[in-house]
């Protein structure tokens, strides 16, 4: 019983000290690709993204945003040119791990809790 305890709590202390991969900078900038499931059919979006603008190509339509970077791993994006309300709504993007060419990340409306993830893939 002692035995198990003691390999119990050394498992616990390894997977307590590994890391995911956050290299956050390598992704600030370029073209990226984003898919994900709208009304049960799989889109995916394009977007190119530089130190202060990000331009997101969707269904043949192209939108403009700004994007203010809070530190490393996290930025405001809000639209250039809404057409609506809720296209007003500054959104929160927040890199939570990253791994060669793909990151994981959440976001969400600034302010709001609640958030989504995505994953996506750096093509240039």
């Keep these: 019983m002692k035995q198990v305890a003691f390999i119990f709590l050394i498992s616990l202390s390894i997977a307590s000290c590994y890391q995911q991969e956050r290299n956050c900078i ?4 370029g073209t990226f690709e984003f898919e994900t499931f709208l009304n049960g059919e799989l889109a995916k979006t394009t977007f190119v993204r ?3 603008i990000e331009i997101d190509y969707f269904k043949g339509k192209t939108d403009t945003a700004s994007i203010r970077w809070i ?3 996290e930025y405001i994006v809000q639209k250039l ?3 609506n309300m809720a296209e007003k709504k500054a959104i929160h993007m927040k890199i939570l791990t990253t791994d060669k060419n793909t990151y994981t990340f959440e976001y969400g409306l600034v302010g ?3 958030k989504q993830r995505g ?5 240039k």
């Design 81 to 83: 040119h809404p057409k």
């Design 112 to 114: 709001a809790t609640n």
């Design 50 to 52: 530089n130190d202060s």
């Design 71 to 73: 530190n490393d791993c």
């Design 26 to 29: 390598n992704f600030q900038k």
């Design 119 to 123: 994953t996506a893939k750096k093509i």
